[in-house]
């Protein structure tokens, strides 16, 4: 008779393009051998278009061609994060413009929406997830994702959707977007809790209790600082950029260095963000730079925000191999550009791992 790690295998051979395959056995399909160093992508939508608020397989979005370039990149995977607050908000000429709020009930349908529309796309480009943060190494073959949610209005106050979604194979959930909700404090909009609320401290500790990964862009300074005081796992803030002059596009979105220190020191990481906010790739590049000499080279990766980025001066995954190319160009050891690439993120996310098996 067959075990069942045998029929797993076979299932797996047989079955490339399901929908939520563990991660764990992707290397029963690796076909070409993997590269030493991981890249990883810390935020992305790859395929979402904002216009049509879904994740759709057409020539605005291209997923098709964006999945050949994490291919060609090397893209070992990242956090896919569907977008909690989508119905609530649109491009303006400035910026974002909020339209409404939720109606109680109707953010954790349409969390449902976006799930099943995620597994289905990506099942159809045989993009398998995994739900193990540990599961991130040099010698498997990618893209893979994690799911993650970016705002935690679909929780709608109630706490127990942290296990349901936990359930769905959701491995993060960044805390707030540009709606504003019921978790804590925007960094766009005006101080509601001056930093989290008791909603939101309680989120923190289910998070850790469930060792999911706690996203803290799009928050203000107070609320992660707030984040940092109560969590017992590192944290993440997945997309970002130091300050600079307060006049360059989304500059609001821009980090102090003491709000990056205050990450660094749960032992998280911050993705470097490559928006309009940098005039050029190689300012991005130069960016990524000042985020190591503020918190150290242990505490930055990357975050692309693609396929939803405001003007990117990174546009492809394709780029990828480019980005630790211009680093090393710039003085970075080798060891020191796998980190940022990828290294960081899979020591990171292994710690949030382990603390919920301390927990």
């Known amino acids: ?9 076979s299932v797996c051979t ?59 990149g090397q893209l070992t995977g990242g956090f896919l994060a569907l977008v909690a607050d989508a119905p609530l908000i649109k491009p303006g000429p400035k910026g974002i413009i909020i339209t409404r709020k939720f109606s109680p009930g109707d953010g954790w349908v349409e969390y449902k929406r976006q799930l099943q529309r995620l597994k289905e796309v990506f099942s159809a480009e045989s993009i398998p997830f995994s739900t193990d943060l540990s599961s991130l190494n040099t010698g498997q073959s990618g893209p893979f994702g994690y799911l993650a949610v970016e705002g935690g209005d679909f929780l709608d106050d109630q706490l127990h959707r942290l296990d349901e979604a936990y359930q769905d ?34 989120v923190v500790k289910k998070m850790n209790e469930l060792g999911m990964a706690i996203d803290v862009a799009h928050a203000s300074f107070q609320t992660a600082k707030a984040v940092a005081s109560l969590t017992k796992a590192p944290i993440i803030l997945s997309h970002s950029v130091l300050q600079m002059e307060a006049d360059r596009p989304i500059a609001v979105r821009a980090i102090s260095k003491e709000h990056a220190k205050v990450v660094a020191e749960t032992g998280g990481v911050i993705g470097a963000w490559p928006s309009g ?3 050029s790739f190689d300012e991005y590049v130069d960016n990524i730079k000042r985020l190591v000499d503020v918190v150290g080279i242990d505490h930055v990766g990357i975050g692309t925000d693609m396929s939803a980025n ?29 980190k940022i690439m990828g290294g960081n993120a899979k020591t990171v996310l292994d710690k ?3 603390s919920r098996a301390k927990g």
């Open 14 to 72: 047989l079955a490339v393009g399901a929908s939520w395959l563990p991660v764990n056995r992707l290397a029963d399909l690796a076909i070409t051998a993997p590269k030493k160093s991981i890249y990883f992508d810390f935020h992305c939508h790859p395929g979402w278009s904002m216009t049509e608020r879904n994740f759709a397989n057409n020539p605005e979005t291209m997923l098709t061609q964006t999945v050949s370039d994490m291919k060609e």
């Open 1 to 9: 008779m067959q075990s069942r790690k045998q029929f797993l295998k």
């Open 169 to 202: 194979g959701v491995r993060s959930v960044q805390l707030v977007h540009y709606a504003p909700n019921n978790l804590g404090d925007l960094q766009t909009a005006d101080t509601t809790f001056n930093g989290l609320s008791s909603f939101g401290k309680d």
């Open 310 to 338: 405001f003007k990117p001066v990174m546009t492809s995954y394709t780029q990828f191999p480019q980005v630790a190319e211009a680093l090393k160009s710039k003085g970075l050891s080798s060891d020191e550009v796998d």
């Open 352 to 354: 949030i791992a382990k």
């Open 277 to 279: 906010f940098n005039k």
